[in-house]
């Protein structure tokens, strides 16, 4: 059975971090490419991060881009989504997703709120 599993959401002010992970069983973990995406109330999903399967390249949204890091452990079967300097609008439930050749399983999403 395919589980996506996000966990590390919950509520931070301005300016603070918070490390979401995405643990994932059930597949082939490394031989798939891992997405972070997010759903803030009201807007459309939006892509946040990319990662290839070993890990060694990634892509970020503008929005994101030098205050969020995607990282992957193929040892442990987990991704991870390291957020800095979390803004306002970074306010949104985050989900988690692995994709190879047209194969696309999604986690059930975790939130994350930011708020002083």
């Known amino acids: 059975q395919v589980q996506l599993v996000e966990s590390g959401g919950g509520l931070v002010q301005p300016g603070g971090s918070l490390r979401l992970s995405c643990a994932a069983s059930?597949?082939?973990?490394?031989?798939?490419?891992m997405n972070w995406y997010r759903r803030a109330p009201g807007k459309e999903r939006e892509l946040v991060a990319t990662?290839?399967?070993?890990?060694?390249?990634?892509i970020y949204a503008d929005s994101v881009k030098g205050r969020f890091t995607i990282s992957r452990d193929n040892a442990k079967n987990t991704a991870y989504l390291q957020m800095n300097n979390l803004k306002s609008e970074d306010t949104a439930v985050y989900y988690c997703?692995?994709?190879?050749?047209?194969?696309?399983?999604w986690g059930q999403g975790t939130q994350v709120t930011v708020s002083s």
């Open positions: 997703r692995a994709a190879r050749y047209g194969l696309i399983y």
């Open positions: 059930g597949f082939i973990f490394s031989s798939y490419a």
């Open positions: 990662i290839t399967s070993g890990g060694g390249s990634t």
